[in-house]
């Protein structure tokens, strides 16, 4: 489902934020990012999203390698991936149903049909009650869910979050979990980064940990690699 082979990223200047990282993650499969702050967990996030490029390597996602995608290719992986940024980039000029129809827009389905499966997103995630709201009177944990309903109203095959607890009490970073693990539970490729130990420890499952210069896969004992 995703695998990365001796990939590298820099930024400019900023030489080997990720330094030779190989991977594999198989459909089905819920895995943690882990590492400290700036370690490199959202540039792996954005380069399996596509939305970053990798310096070196190859990277595949979905049966597709990343730097060989047609511009045919691309609105397909978008819809593939569903994605949580730590800005959840909700819009605050429109209805928190608007913000779920947003990915939708651009598939070209009935407005009726869009708006069921909207209707759908907002419902998994538990926010049916606040489809007219405007995220900016939502919680914190609420716009979240709200941006996972907008990640997943495209029914992706990965979903990738970028510590989507963070700034959360206990108790909302539980539910927002529970979420992520109904959504793996059908199926759903789920990747989360994290740096919240206990949460993970407590979510026991497989954990992609990068540390200055390292990288280690919990699963790798196994001979994953
Ligand atoms: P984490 O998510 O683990 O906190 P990031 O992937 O956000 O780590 O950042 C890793 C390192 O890459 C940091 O040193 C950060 O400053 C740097 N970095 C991230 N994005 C960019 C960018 N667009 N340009 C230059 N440096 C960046
Ligand atoms: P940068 O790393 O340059 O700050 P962003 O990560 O903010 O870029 O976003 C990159 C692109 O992806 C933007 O065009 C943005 O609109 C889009 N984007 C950001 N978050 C999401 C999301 N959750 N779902 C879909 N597209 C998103």
Redesign the pocket.
Known sequence: MIEFLHVFKS??Q?KN??ADITFQVTAGEFVFVA????????????LIAGL?PASRGSIQVNGQRLDKLSARAKPYLRRAVGVIL?DTHLLYDRSAIDNVLLPLSVTGLPMSTAKSRARAALEKVGLSQKEQANPITLSGGEQQRLAIARAIVNRPAILIA??PTANLDAETAQRIMSVFRDFNRVGVTTLI?S?DEALMAQHATRCLR?TQRHFADSASSENRQ
């Open positions: 930024y400019g900023e934020i990720l590492g400290p702050s700036g370690a490199g967990k959202s540039t792996l996030l954005k970053e730590q970028d510590e980064a740096h990068i």
